[in-house]
């Protein structure tokens, strides 16, 4: 049994369902990411761990203990918010004190313990300013340091890089998980960013509508997307519509293209069923529009109708007999030109196959 | 300074007002003029009259104002004004709060309006209102009589309780205008983060809603002080003569009721303003001290 069982959750705010049948098990110090667009229950369920929300039915427990029949302030869960929340009449050392405080810890082990707490997110000078002397990144430093000081069962964090910029949010992403590493506390960590959530997670949850779409580790979720919504949620994802042609051969039908896919991702499609064949853009391989066909893969003659610099690569779109498709190249490989014609190659097993003929959400 | 550093500075257009900004000064002139004309300039002419005496310039009038009954009638206006002003923090407080958190936008929005309504209504008019309503012939006195519920002798609206409770009318409801943007400035996570760290609802608020709260609630304090202690038209037209506040005397001096004597009413009505000066510049300090923390 996980550390923290989340089982059947449901929550509905006006009669629109926020959460629906939520299943989740956590283990002892792990780190486990939410991830899902605006409005897909992320951070309404963190709020139902918390306490913050009641949900309409389901249990929260740890251990033996239903969550659901403890009060808010007696679940022990550290919680980080998006903007910061540090109290505003409070310098960062009471920030950080006023957990413990609450509980009655003694003078003296809160003397010795805020300290420790400011030097692991290496703020120990920061002690004595107050919330507004301190940059957003600090601030969230602070509150970081206030939510693991209670010692906290579990650590809630809803989407706490979303008001940093770009290069403090990577420096602190790497701090938060270093942090969790070292005190191996179990965290759920809510947040839009897919980026985020792969760099900095054990498990990501992928949520859309309030219900699971999928659950996996990082590289599970990004090379074997269980549907349409997570391949195209997590990083870019060329979706190719076609028909089953010869399953046992492992090839498919894309418009005027044959492509050749893994056979044993068509087990049990019949020949003429639909199915997306999902591609990634660092998997595809541009040469000039002459190259010789290599056995055992798939080349298809493209157009480049966009180049987009991406700093460790370029990115081109391109038009493969009136199939969209992108592909990402090394800057070094090139140069190429708009306009001009090229052959895609990629393996067979760069392919996975989704059944049915719904396209993937942008 | 080097020739250039001059010449750089002869040429900064930041030295010199643009015509823009010169078209924007000319639009307070009005504002300026009014200034001047209202505030400035009577205050000026208060100040020089109550300095003059019968033997020249002096502080005699000053002197002269701190009789017995004279330092009586601002014991009376500090009392009421301190009574008031708590009773409508106190109170208004609580209201205030209900409003912002109730879910209804619709009352939230009419009971805004109507505290806005009530905050402005003072004066003779009120007073009149609390004659119709709780005198010894009012609407809710013969009410509250024929139900058996004798107001009367035990209350009086024409007594000191009596003012109180008309003051407190449009004190509570300047305080809940007052105190409402400071209660919307209380974020939703700070009792969030506080209910996590393990503090009930009573911690919260002695912990972190009521400190974050108190310039706000102590400017708001004090503001209502001076509202109250400058108030002369409710007293007047509710109690007259029979009650003994500074006002009073002030207008009693200048008509000439027992004796004409502006001067005195001058020095009164300058150390009154001195009183309420003090009041709104606390006031200005503590709400300087919201917006810094909410910054």
Redesign the interface.
């Given at each position: 049994m996980a550390h923290v069982e989340l089982e059947d959750l449901h929550k509905s705010f006006a009669g629109k369902p926020a959460v629906r049948g939520f299943h989740l098990g956590i283990e002892q110090g792990e780190f486990v990411s939410l991830l899902g667009p605006s409005g897909c229950g992320k951070t309404t369920t963190l709020r139902i761990i918390?306490?913050?929300e009641t949900p309409d039915s389901g249990a929260v427990r740890i251990g033996a203990e239903n969550l659901l029949d403890i009060a808010?302030?007696?679940?022990?869960?550290?919680?980080v918010?998006q903007?910061y929340?540090?109290?505003?009449?409070l310098t960062a050392w009471n920030n950080i004190a006023?957990?413990m405080r609450?509980?009655g810890r003694p003078a003296a082990r809160i003397r010795d313990r805020v300290p420790e707490l400011l030097a692991l997110v290496g703020l120990q000078d920061a002690g004595r300013k107050y919330p507004?002397e301190l940059s957003g990144g600090q601030q969230q430093r602070i509150?970081l340091a206030?939510?693991l000081?209670?010692e906290p069962r579990m650590l809630?964090l809803d989407e706490p890089l979303s008001a940093l910029d770009a290069v403090v949010r990577v420096a602190l992403r790497d701090e938060i998980r270093r942090i969790q590493t070292t005190l191996g506390v179990t965290t759920l960590y809510v947040t839009h960013d897919q980026e985020e959530a792969l760099a900095i997670s054990d498990r990501i949850v992928v949520m859309r509508e309030g219900r699971i779409e999928q659950i996996g580790t990082a590289e599970v979720i990004y090379a074997e997307p269980a549907s349409r919504f997570v391949a195209g949620f997590i990083g870019k994802m060329n979706q190719l519509q076609g028909r089953v042609d010869e399953p046992n051969l492992g090839r498919v039908r894309c418009g005027a293209h044959s492509l050749l896919v893994p056979p044993e991702a068509l087990a049990g499609l019949r020949p003429g069923a639909p199915v997306t064949v999902l591609v990634r853009p660092e998997a595809i391989g541009v040469g000039p529009a002459d190259a010789p066909a290599r056995e055992g893969g798939n080349h298809l003659p493209a157009r480049i109708d966009a180049i987009t610099f991406l700093g460790a690569a370029r990115r081109l779109g391109l038009d493969a007999g009136g199939q969209r498709m992108v592909a990402d190249i090394s800057t070094a490989s090139g140069p190429y030109r708009r306009g001009e014609s090229v052959t895609l190659a990629f393996p067979a097993d760069a392919c996975r196959i989704l059944a049915g003929d719904e396209p993937a959400p942008a | 300074m080097t020739g250039a550093t001059r010449m750089a500075g002869a040429n900064d257009p930041r030295r010199r007002p643009s015509r823009r900004g010169r078209a924007a000064w000319l639009g307070l002139l009005p504002l300026l003029l009014f200034t001047l004309a209202f505030e400035l300039l009577p205050i000026l002419m208060l100040v020089r009259s109550s300095l003059v005496t019968d033997a020249g310039f002096g502080l005699g009038n000053f002197g002269r104002a701190l009789t017995p009954t004279m330092l009586s009638a601002f014991a009376n206006s500090i009392k009421l004004s301190l009574v008031t002003a708590a009773a409508g923090v106190g109170f208004g407080g609580i209201v205030a709060y209900a409003i912002v958190t109730t879910r209804s936008v619709m009352v939230q929005h009419a009971l805004t309006a109507l505290a806005d309504v009530t905050a402005n209504f003072g004066g003779a008019p009120l007073a009149f209102a609390f004659i119709i309503t709780l005198g010894s012939t009012g609407v809710v006195t013969l009410l509250l009589q024929a139900i058996g519920i004798d107001l009367y002798p035990g209350f009086r609206i024409y007594s000191v309780a009596g003012l109180a409770i008309a003051y407190v009318y449009f004190q509570l409801p300047l305080l809940i205008l007052l105190v409402i943007p400071a209660l919307l400035g209380l974020?939703r996570?700070?009792r969030?983060?506080?209910?996590?760290?393990?503090?009930?609802s009573t911690?919260y608020w002695l912990?972190?809603a009521l400190?974050?709260l108190a310039p706000s609630l102590l400017g708001s304090f004090l503001l209502l002080f001076a509202n109250a202690f400058g108030a002369y038209a409710t007293a007047w037209t509710l109690t007259g003569p029979d009650i003994n506040l500074i006002t009073v005397q002030i207008a009693a001096l200048v008509r000439g009721e027992v004796q004409l004597d502006p001067a005195l009413a001058d020095a009164l009505a300058l150390l009154s303003i001195a009183i309420m000066a003090i009041c709104v510049a606390g006031y200005h300090f503590l709400t300087g001290r919201v917006r810094?923390?909410?910054?």
């Open positions: 918390a306490g913050f808010p302030h007696r679940r022990g869960m550290g919680v918010f903007n929340a540090l109290f505003p009449h006023f957990g609450i509980a507004r509150a206030r939510a000081a209670i809630l | 974020e996570e700070w969030e983060a506080a209910t996590s760290l393990g503090a009930t911690q912990r972190v400190p974050i810094r923390l909410a910054s």
